[in-house]
């Protein structure tokens, strides 16, 4: 029992904590998160568990226990990604950084870097250019996501995955001219 | 020339069609519009946005597709925490979370103790009907008509001849009192502002915004009897032409205070 709280789902919720908490702190390592904010991440499914206790209809916590740590673990990389993108801006002439600056990489050849830039370009441009369903595909592929991760992502097939990937790739052979 | 895409290569059109993406999108889905799409319940128009969106933010796809893992998991396997630790987070959830559990148990008991957002409710909208109704009396003897005191009719100071000057004497008997400041042997001005200043302090109390002279010359300001205590104030009037004004008279009152029946 939770001490001091004297709640009527205490012997329950011990139990649900220490049949499940290992498979949470898994499933938030398993997002790549490190050790003591996988723990965090469980610590605050539980207490937001414990907050809902009266709302499990079902004799299996699982899977309420598990939409809650999915929703915490997508508010997480959310927010994330949310303050990536209004990060403070730095002056450049900020003195800190002027005396931190890293040491220049060695100089490559100026038609090297346009040749390759060019390439860059041809190859946005041809992927810009496929249709919607082969682009998102190729775009994860190139994530490096499993075809069954495509899958559950775009809510098709397994075949369908396969073929709009062999399709895509066969469209930039084709305007490339090469192999990608 | 190049002629192949290594993976370097792959990562700067990966990083440009992201930016491409993100500028084009905007803000990553929000976290009820993912599990929504992944119940099937968005329209097919949101469903192909949340798709885009999560082709956008890579980070945000992969944490949505991982897969919870099986619950048989055993020493040896990655990630697998022995009991012991998993009961070291249990004493540690414990001690963290008393006020927590105190307070669902408060909810558990619901009825039996007075609930503190529900009282605040009851008073705020208790306030909100005397206020309601206070505004409504308010607005119904505004639309009543109402006769007006008695008018003190006021001429400049100075304009008798006399050294000191002369003071109205005005006791308000009502809820308001009606001055007539007389414009005598002024000159034309487009427009007249005027003041109420407190002769003791010369503080502005009010002025009034630019009013155009009528037929009398002269012009009626009603004044609150609560608005001015007992003391010596001062109604001074300002030509106005263009952006310049000029004072053009001064009215003295005495303001007393009606004896105690």
Request: negative net charge.
């Amino acid at each position: 029992m939770i001490v001091d709280g004297g709640g009527p789902y205490d012997e329950r919720f011990e139990a649900i904590y220490r049949k499940c908490y290992g498979r949470v702190y898994r499933y938030f390592r398993a997002n790549r998160i490190a050790d003591d904010e996988a723990h965090d991440l469980s610590q605050d499914t539980f207490k937001r568990l414990y907050e809902r206790m009266d709302q499990i209809r079902n004799d299996d916590p699982w899977p309420f226990v598990a939409a809650i740590a999915k929703t915490i673990l997508l508010n997480r990389f959310r927010a994330r990604t949310t303050q990536k993108r209004s990060a403070t801006m730095v002056e450049i002439d900020d003195p800190e950084l002027l005396f931190a600056e890293p040491a220049a990489p060695e100089e490559r050849d100026y038609a090297d870097r346009q040749a390759e830039e060019a390439v860059w370009e041809r190859v946005r441009r041809a992927v810009a250019s496929l249709p919607s369903g082969q682009r998102e595909s190729l775009r994860l592929w190139i994530e490096g996501f499993q075809y069954n991760e495509i899958t559950k992502i775009l809510g098709i097939s397994m075949d369908a995955v396969k073929s709009r990937l062999r399709d895509a790739k066969r469209y930039l052979r084709e305007q490339l001219g090469e192999k990608p | 020339m190049k002629t192949t895409m290594n993976r370097s290569d792959w990562q700067a059109v990966r990083d440009a069609l992201i930016a491409d993406d993100r500028a084009r999108l905007g803000e990553p889905p929000s976290v009820d519009e993912l599990l929504a799409y992944e119940r099937g319940e968005l329209s097919n128009e949101n469903a192909e946005r949340v798709q885009q969106l999560l082709v956008a933010y890579p980070e945000l796809a992969r944490a949505y597709a991982t897969p919870f893992p099986s619950d048989d998991a055993e020493t040896g396997d990655p990630d697998y925490l022995a009991g012991d630790v998993i009961g070291r987070q249990w004493d540690a959830f414990r001690a963290a979370n008393r006020s927590v559990a105190a307070n669902v148990a408060g909810g558990a008991a619901k009825g039996r103790v007075l609930q503190f957002w529900p009282s605040v409710a009851a008073i705020a909208a208790s306030v909100a009907i005397v206020f309601g109704a206070m505004l409504w009396q308010a607005h119904s003897n505004a639309l009543r008509p109402h006769v007006l005191p008695e008018a003190a009719i006021l001429t400049p100071d100075g304009g008798r001849g006399g050294a000191e000057p002369p003071q109205a004497a005005i006791t308000p008997a009502g809820d308001s009192f009606l001055l007539v400041v007389s414009l005598i042997g002024t000159a034309d001005y487009e427009t007249y502002r005027i003041e109420l200043v407190s002769s003791q302090s010369h503080k502005r109390l009010w002025s009034s915004e630019p009013l155009r002279v009528t037929s009398s010359n002269s012009f009626n300001v009603e004044i609150p009897s609560s608005a001015l205590p007992a003391g010596t104030y001062q109604l001074i009037a300002y030509g106005l032409r263009g952006n310049a004004q000029e004072q053009v008279s001064t009215y003295t009152i005495d303001v007393r205070r009606r004896p105690a029946p």
